[in-house]
């Protein structure tokens, strides 16, 4: 996968075609690893962030598209998800107005999550973001 940084703890990983039905299959897998790992409570915002990750591939890059889901040892309460994808640049935020149908993916993100950010790969860009784990 691109970009990705070895972690310790438990690890989930998927690699989708850049076609349309990468977003849902992406939803798909992420709610089964989740409820696989007992927490269900943040599929729904897990799913939706992905979502738009992996749209934000899709209508920018061509190639596979990276999902990572990792629940590192030594940050116990934190689910780390990353989306990555064959092209170089980093995604920006946009200010949407509010009859645009677009860009708002990465002010979902920047809200929704503890901390997110981008890192290039070898071979494209990593998009990241942090989700608190409830107790």
Partial sequence: MIGVIDTDGDCAEWSFPAQPGAVRT???AVRGQLHTW???PLGD???LLVSELVTN???HATGPIGVRLVRPVGLPGVLLVE???P???PPRERVAHPEDESG???QLVAHSSRRWGTRPGHAGKTVWFELA???
């Fill in 38 to 40: 007992d927490l269900d």
């Fill in 83 to 85: 989306v990555s994808d």
């Fill in 87 to 89: 092209l170089p640049d």
């Fill in 57 to 59: 591939s899709l209508r």
């Fill in 133 to 135: 784990v409830p107790g």
């Fill in 104 to 106: 708002r993916g990465l």
């Fill in 45 to 47: 915002l897990t799913a």
């Fill in 26 to 28: 992406a939803r798909t």
